[in-house]
């Protein structure tokens, strides 16, 4: 009986051994899987910043390039509106001018008639 128990014992044990084994190849296993999705996940995160860095860039170009356009309009638009200013004043002057010529034309014409 001491004999038989002794065997199962042994048989238990080596049962377990090898149950144990298993588990720790297995354990193994998912540590190295764990490992490769953690690279990847690291990878895809700094594609992803990588991107994002990029995008910002490229914006932060684009949004140079239309405030130096706005600056240049705002600039244009207000040369004209200082042209525009000039010609109004010059029109107004022309405009007198013209009525003091017209009036010395009348009196010339006054003048004249008499």
């Known amino acids: 009986q001491l004999h038989l128990t002794m065997s199962e014992k042994n048989e238990l044990t080596k049962s377990l051994e090898m149950v144990l084994k298993e588990l720790q190849e297995k354990e193994n296993e998912m540590k190295r899987e764990i490992s490769e999705y953690k690279d990847k996940l690291l990878q895809a995160e700094k594609k992803h910043q990588?991107?994002?860095?990029?995008?910002?860039?490229k914006n932060e170009v684009e949004i140079e390039a239309c405030q130096e356009k706005i600056n240049l309009l705002e600039h244009f638009i207000s040369s004209q509106k200082l042209e525009i200013e000039h010609l109004k004043s010059n029109k107004e002057e022309l405009n007198n001018s013209l009525k003091e010529t017209h009036q010395t034309i009348g009196e010339l014409l006054k003048t004249k008639v008499k």
């Open 50 to 57: 990588d991107a994002l860095t990029e995008a910002n860039r």
